[in-house]
């Protein structure tokens, strides 16, 4: 009886296994990933069971093959730039294919928040301003990535700080987080902290428009976030307030601009070429009174009436405004890029050729930029990414900013009336009577050039330590580095008439900054589903 009874017991416990180790059973679906616009394979995709971290990419050609649990099972597939689609496939189906429509209002998008995390919008707990990179080239081209940005981010103020091509950009987010600290964001490019600091020139030597010899708006520094190449920036994402101060600590009290560059894609060699051609002018002046000779006499002096007529009307009449910006030189943008990807490799590579002249003689804003992207799979756990960058700027900056010495351009044409003549002839120019300086003159002979040089490299590690279909555990590591040589030449001949005063006329100021920023972080990303 006892044997009987423990036989009994055993069949039930076997009997009470055999229904997990059937639920554990695995079948195999396989299936497409397409475009539904152009029906086009979408190599990449992530194919996943619906509420799991469990799935597969697919292949370059669209497909994949994913192991599931027995039974109905409901599939998601995803891609950035696409809406999510989700299907349910019975038991007894064993394919699943899926058409993926471009997501209008990117509730899908996968957004960047932190150095080791996404999510997607549409589960966001806080506002993050996003900007596509086709946004920055497609409509009006911008000479640096943050002009791009002007009118494309809610809640951030961006200014210009100096009207000379590649010019200063100031941007600040809502709200006052210092009165006299930096109030500039951190700029974050491909999970590496960057420089966007603003080094003076030396031009205060001459302008005396502060005290001192920092930078400052007044100093019309440029800032170096103005290096990068818009062509190249996948999307760009700004964290604000308290949330980015978590993540990325007291360096985010202002902000946090993140971008995230592009990348390539397996399949076939993707090229891609631009060249713009075009010219700049003067849009509008401010305009200037027009004098009568008593008006004159009454305003400076007796000395004035030599520029009249008898009948008290002025001899000549001339537009200065339009004399100093009457240039209008062609500027040029050409660009080229190949992305592409086969047998676990993918890559991006770019290049770069900008000029842009100035409407003011002696000022433009000349760039040029390589990039290279290289993605590697080392195997179903492991990939590495390394991102180079070399890049190389001209400015010719001119003096169009406040001074207090009366020898930028415009802060001395406020006070030279429309009769006077600055016209020079063979580079020789007359003095102004009516100020420090003759702006024609200034503009003709002297030179505020600024040359930088610069090179931003990152690499990342993407370690799967564990896969389970609730669970997953993932370990990345970033580390980069930042370095960019300034150099400022100015120059300010003697026979300029603001420096005829000065007992040893003439100006050369040579300025030279290096800035490094290194850089490295590691994380342990663990994703936990309780469904």
Not at 161 to 171: D, T
Not at 199 to 211: R, Y
Not at 412 to 432: A, E, K, M, Q, Y
Request: glycine share 10%; proline share 4%; charged share 15%.
């Amino acid at each position: 009886m006892r044997k009987r009874t423990w036989l009994l017991a055993l069949a039930c416990v076997l009997a009470a296994g055999a229904g997990p180790a059937a639920a554990q059973q695995q079948r195999e679906i396989s299936g497409t990933v397409v475009s539904a616009a152009t029906g086009q394979p979408l190599g990449g995709a992530r194919v996943n069971i619906a509420g799991t971290t469990r799935g597969v990419n697919t292949a370059a050609n669209g497909t994949y093959r994913i192991s599931v649990p027995a039974g109905d099972v409901a599939l998601r597939a995803s891609l950035i730039g696409y809406a999510s689609q989700q299907v349910t496939v019975p038991a007894a189906q064993s394919t699943a294919d899926f058409r993926l429509a471009t997501d209008a209002l990117r509730l899908d998008q996968v957004v960047v928040t932190g150095q080791a995390t996404s999510v997607a919008r549409r589960n966001l707990a806080n506002a993050v301003s996003t900007v596509q990179g086709q946004d920055l080239v497609d409509r009006t081209p911008a000479q640096t990535v943050d002009k791009a940005l002007q009118g494309k981010v809610p809640g951030a103020q961006i200014a210009t700080n100096s009207g000379a091509p590649g010019g200063g950009v100031q941007i600040n987010m809502r709200g006052v987080n210092t009165i006299n600290g930096s109030s500039n964001p951190l700029w974050v490019i491909d999970g590496v902290v960057v420089s966007d600091v603003s080094i003076s020139s030396g031009q205060n030597a001459v302008t005396k428009a502060i005290v001192g010899d920092s930078a400052s708006n007044q100093d019309a520094p440029t800032n170096r976030i103005s290096d990068l190449n818009p062509q190249d920036i996948a999307s760009i994402e700004i964290l604000k307030g308290a949330s980015a101060a978590a993540i990325y600590g007291s360096k985010a009290a202002n902000g946090v601009i993140i971008v995230t560059t592009r990348r390539g894609r397996d399949g076939r060699p993707a090229v891609s070429f631009t060249q713009r051609v075009g010219f700049s002018e003067i849009s509008n002046t401010l305009g200037s009174r027009a004098f009568t000779r008593d008006d004159a006499v009454g305003a400076f002096g007796a000395g004035a009436a030599a520029f009249f007529n008898a009948d008290g009307t002025p001899i000549q009449s001339f537009d200065q405004e339009r004399l100093l910006a009457e240039r209008k030189p062609i500027s040029t943008e050409t660009s080229a890029s190949v992305s592409g990807g086969n047998g676990g490799t993918r890559y991006y590579v770019s290049g770069l050729v900008q000029n842009d002249a100035g409407i003011i003689e002696n000022t433009g804003f000349q760039k040029q930029s390589v990039r290279l992207n290289l993605d590697q799979t080392l195997g179903p756990r492991i990939d590495v990414s390394l991102n180079s960058n070399l890049l190389h700027t001209d400015a010719d900056r001119g003096l169009t900013n406040n001074d207090n010495a009366g020898v930028s351009y415009y802060v001395v044409l406020s006070g030279t009336p429309s009769f006077v003549d600055l016209r020079g002839t063979n580079g020789v120019f007359p003095n102004n009577p009516f100020g420090a300086s003759n702006p024609l003159q200034t503009a003709a002979l002297s030179h505020n050039d600024e040359s930088v040089w610069r090179m931003i490299t990152s690499g990342t590690l993407k370690v799967d330590l564990m896969r389970g279909e609730r669970s997953s555990l993932r370990l990345l590591g970033t580390g980069g580095v930042d370095y960019f040589n300034q150099d400022n030449g100015l120059l300010f001949p003697a026979e300029l008439q603001f420096m005829a005063a000065d007992p040893q006329p003439g100006a050369s100021i040579l300025a030279n900054s290096h800035n490094l920023n290194l850089n490295g972080n590691a994380n342990l990303v663990h994703t936990w589903n309780p469904r």
